[in-house]
């Protein structure tokens, strides 16, 4: 039971590059989450899906695309990588007593 | 700003001394929950209290609510070097479908 996986770990992006985030967990859970963390920041919310086949935007979803692939698998996708995105991104899953986190995604824009 | 604020921005006791977190939020809660994040690492579910608790134990931890002051308290006894972490209280609103918002959390270090 690896709980939520994130890949990559790491990436580095120029300006106008485009980038698909992955993340996968194994708990069955229905609703899953994107959230980005920045220095002195709480996590904020970019993007959420609660239930297989339905997305809905969060506080910062403005450059970020979503895919819920399927009932584990749901993506974050970056058209046009900007310098401000540059961030720590976090895959989480839900049940009602809380989230489960994933490792991570740090991205740097230069 | 924020729904969740923590106090203090950061704390630094050492090992074997009780650490006293706060949180305070603005509007009405379903629950309220705790979340502790290791350097460079995801965050951990720690504890959920729902708005009709007072009070809630796991382990060395203890958290309070307040629904009059809006605002919480999560106590961690006999500190210990491992529980050197950021702890994060993060607010599940009325009406808020999902939406859970974190506070920007309070830094704890535990010197042996």
């Known amino acids: 039971n690896a709980g939520v996986t994130q890949t990559p770990k790491f990436q580095v992006l120029k300006t106008g590059q485009s980038m698909t985030l992955q993340c996968a967990q194994d708990?069955?859970?229905?609703?899953m989450y994107w959230y980005r963390q920045d220095p002195g920041m709480g996590l904020r919310l970019i993007y959420y899906?609660?239930?297989?086949?339905?997305?809905d935007k969060g506080e910062v979803p403005n450059g970020y695309n979503v895919s819920r692939l399927n009932k584990r698998e749901f993506s974050l996708r970056l058209e046009s990588a900007a310098p401000s995105q540059t961030s720590v991104y976090f895959c989480?899953?839900?049940?009602?007593?809380?989230?489960?986190f994933g490792p991570g995604t740090r991205l740097t824009v230069t | 700003s924020q729904q969740g604020e923590e106090d203090p921005q950061a704390l630094s006791i050492q090992e074997g001394e009780n650490a006293t977190m706060n949180c305070s939020y603005k509007t009405s809660i379903n629950n309220l929950q705790w979340y502790r994040q290791n350097s460079g690492r995801g965050l951990v579910h720690l504890i959920l209290i729902r708005s009709n608790e007072r009070e809630k134990h796991s382990g060395r931890l203890r958290v309070t609510l307040d629904t009059s002051k809006k605002s919480s308290s999560l106590l961690i006894t006999a500190s210990r070097a491992a529980d050197t972490a950021s702890y994060f209280c993060?607010?599940?609103?009325?009406?808020?479908?999902?939406?859970?918002?974190f506070g920007k959390g309070t830094k704890l270090t535990v010197n042996p």
């Open positions: 989480a899953s839900s049940v009602w007593t809380g989230r489960y």
């Open positions: 899906s609660a239930s297989e086949g339905t997305t």
């Open positions: 708990m069955n859970h229905n609703s």
């Open positions: 993060a607010t599940d609103i009325q009406g808020g479908s999902e939406k859970l918002v």
